[in-house]
């Protein structure tokens, strides 16, 4: 049981001892979740009104779920003996009757030492005890006595144990084997913007969500008001990750794709490459920014105005200063239409008050503000506008988008990005997923975005300029942890270097962190990716694997025999525990799920989180950021030919397994893994 200097005998005691804590801290948490249902079943008799029963019902039903016990989950993973006091250190905090503390979230200050404290800096603590698992059955324990000098690190049997353990479902939390250079992210302060450059198998994402986690802890009701955003790259991925936070406690944050985030309108348009990556380029927002405010005109007609017996007149002169004054401020277009209207009733107001000595009331500021005269003068220098008319007058009107982009894109790129049909109406216009972006850029120039106190976007390498923007308006006033490997660039528009991205983002200043060091990829697997790096034209460090176990296969085949080698290796694989992938090109996906089919062999989709099937077909175009103990990739050479940017594809797809790799193959392999 690794580095315990004490008798047997001790030693079965110890165990009975911790097991015992471990059932009276289960019935205490079950306890507490008791009385906040009971506090949630009374809460209308306590408010005193109905928007008061409404919130502390909320607050109450939030309550009930974040104490919420998963018995096949360990409630505490470690023990820290700091100056003759012990604390279990666990997924939340866990008191007893009397209120004192019988399990520390892992959030919790003192609970930094279980992940920092060493040999050369112990931090007060005398032992560091790792408790091993099975279905949450307390089974082991793990002493370092940092006091005499010992310490495991990753040699120690259950941090490794708990790190290559397979994986069947969705992610899970990685709060029992955080590491010290992971922990320094994980607590890193709000008001920070970190990016981190992950390799695969470094903890990259479980590093921005449980960093989500720490600022819940410890920004509590701030970030309740604000919010917290988790960006991923799909649908398939959120799913995947969708079970860590509200294993530890959090159960209100929101995740969302991209696309999701700027679903504005249906798509049902399709672009021409061309077209989709210049609506892309963040010249774009230039444009955009110019075609709206180049509607804005100087006034040239006094406003005449009838109020009973009197009539009030205000002049161009006085109009173009407010028009100009309201420019100035650099306010969103609608705001600013909304201050000139203020500003010119405000003036018929004046007028008003020393004509008739009394100040006008509520309803007479309203009806002015309402009259014909101001709506046609804001019509005629400050019209109206919609996001989606601002696009479709740019698509589709050849002269606005010259001026607009005059100096900015060439007659070529004009040609490009104009639609060949216009629409009969706005509501008619076939929007294409890249108009998407222009339509929120377009939304961001005529109104505020609410911002979250804190956004977590993985798979950060594929943002396009614009897909940034979109992101940090959403972000103005609160911190980004950016996650992504250079490497994994797949989009068109993919990153070559962070600091453009970060300055889309609008956080230029943060800092780039790289996490080199895998825990889950083996470094066989990680070795035989690496070789594309030369390949990828990206400068990242390679990555590195502590672990030494692992399987990789490399099986030629005839093409008539692709199928049936898939299936002998899927077939092996299903041998051992945990989740098993077939990766292949997308149009191969029906074929080989449809054979394993027929072999009798039940099959997921990467959607199917809840499935009970072990295995599950995977369009290499969404593996991204997902994780398998076993894979089977089939034909790399398809992969690669299936985009333009097909070996970062490749290199995504051979990462994904995190104990055994097999390749199938009956074409060539790409030039950099031959001779593998």
């Known amino acids: 049981m690794g580095k315990i200097s004490v008798p047997a005998t001790d030693l079965d005691s110890e165990l009975t001892a911790e097991r015992t804590h471990l059932t009276q801290s289960r019935a205490a948490l079950a306890r507490m979740r008791g009385r906040a249902e009971s506090l949630f079943s009374a ?56 209120g004192e503390p019988m399990v520390l979230d892992w959030r919790a200050p003192l609970s930094q030492s279980f992940y920092r404290a060493s040999v050369r800096d112990p931090q007060g603590v005398s032992t560091r005890r790792r408790f091993g698992f099975v279905r949450g059955e307390l089974t082991s324990f793990e002493d370092e006595h940092l006091d005499r000098g010992e310490e495991l690190g990753t040699r120690s049997r259950i941090l490794t144990a708990e790190i290559e353990r397979p994986r069947v479902g969705p992610m899970r939390d990685i709060v029992a084997t955080i590491q010290p250079e992971q922990d320094e992210l994980v607590r890193a302060d709000l008001e920070d913007s970190i990016c981190v450059q992950g390799a695969p198998g470094t903890g990259k994402t479980a590093v921005g969500l449980h960093r989500a986690a720490y600022l819940l802890y410890l920004h509590r009701e701030r970030l309740r008001r604000s919010g917290v955003l988790i960006v991923g790259p799909n649908t398939a991925f959120l799913s995947y990750i969708s079970a860590v936070l509200p294993a530890l406690g959090e159960v209100e944050v929101q995740q969302a ?58 002049d161009p002169e006085p109009l173009r200063r407010i028009v100009d004054e309201a420019r100035r401020e650099d306010l969103p277009y609608a705001v600013g239409r909304e201050r000139v209207r203020a500003r010119v009733v405000a ?22 503000a309402r009259i014909p005269q101001v709506r046609d003068f804001l019509d005629n220098v400050w019209p109206a506008l919609t996001p989606e008319a601002l696009v479709v007058a740019l698509l589709t009107d050849a002269e606005l988008l010259a001026r607009a982009a005059d100096g900015i894109l060439s007659d070529a790129e004009q ?49 396009s300029p614009m897909q940034a923007r979109a992101i940090a308006r959403r972000s103005e006033h609160g911190s980004i942890t950016l996650l992504g490997d250079l490497a994994q660039g797949t989009a068109p528009w993919a990153a070559a270097d962070w600091r453009d991205t ?52 490399v099986v030629g085949v005839p093409a008539s025999e692709v199928d049936a080698a898939t299936l002998v290796e899927v077939t092996a694989a299903l041998e051992h525990e945990g989740s098993v992938a077939v990766i292949a090109a997308d149009a191969a996906v029906d074929r080989l799920r449809a054979h394993l089919r027929a072999a009798g062999l039940e099959t997921a ?72």
Do not use: C
């Open 502 to 553: 970060l300055r889309h983002l609008g956080k230029p200043g943060a800092v780039v962190v790289p996490l080199t060091v895998g825990f889950r990829v083996p470094a066989a697997v990680l070795a035989l990716a690496n070789r594309l790096l030369p390949a990828l034209r990206v400068d990242v460090p390679e990555a590195v694997s502590l672990r030494r176990d692992g399987d990789l296969a």
């Open 347 to 368: 003036l018929l107001q004046r007028q008003s008050e020393y004509r008739t000595g009394n100040s006008p009331n509520e309803g007479w500021l309203r009806r002015m």
């Open 415 to 463: 040609a490009v990005l104009r639609w060949a049909k216009p629409p009969r109406s706005v509501k008619a216009a076939r929007f294409s997923a890249a108009d998407l972006v222009l339509l929120d850029e377009a939304a961001g120039l005529l109104e505020r975005e609410p911002s979250f106190g804190h956004v977590v976007v993985d798979e950060a390498q594929d943002l």
């Open 43 to 98: 809460g209308a008799d306590i408010a005193g009104d109905a928007y008061s029963a409404e919130t502390l019902g909320r607050t109450l039903s939030r309550r009930v779920a974040e104490l919420a016990d998963d018995p096949g989950t360990p409630l505490f993973f470690g023990k820290l003996d700091i100056d003759d006091s012990k604390y279990h250190i666990g997924r939340r905090h866990v008191t007893d009757d009397a």
């Open 605 to 676: 989709t990467p959607d199917d989180v809840d499935s009970a099937a072990r295995v599950t077909v995977v369009p290499a175009t969404i593996v991204k950021g997902l994780e398998y103990d076993h894979v089977v990739v089939v034909e790399p050479a398809e992969i690669v030919a299936a985009e333009p940017r097909g070996l970062h594809r490749l290199y995504v797809v051979l990462t994904r397994a995190v104990s055994r790799l097999s390749v199938v193959h009956a074409e060539p392999l790409p030039g950099p893994l031959r001779g593998a």
């Open 257 to 314: 794709t991209v696309d999701d985030l700027i679903a504005r309108a249906p798509v049902r348009g399709r672009d021409a490459d061309a077209a989709a990556l210049l609506k892309h380029d963040p010249r774009m927002a230039a444009v955009l920014r110019r075609a709206l405010w180049g509607r804005v005109g100087k006034p040239v007609e006094p406003i005449m105005v009838s109020d009973g017996s009197y009539r009030w007149r205000i």
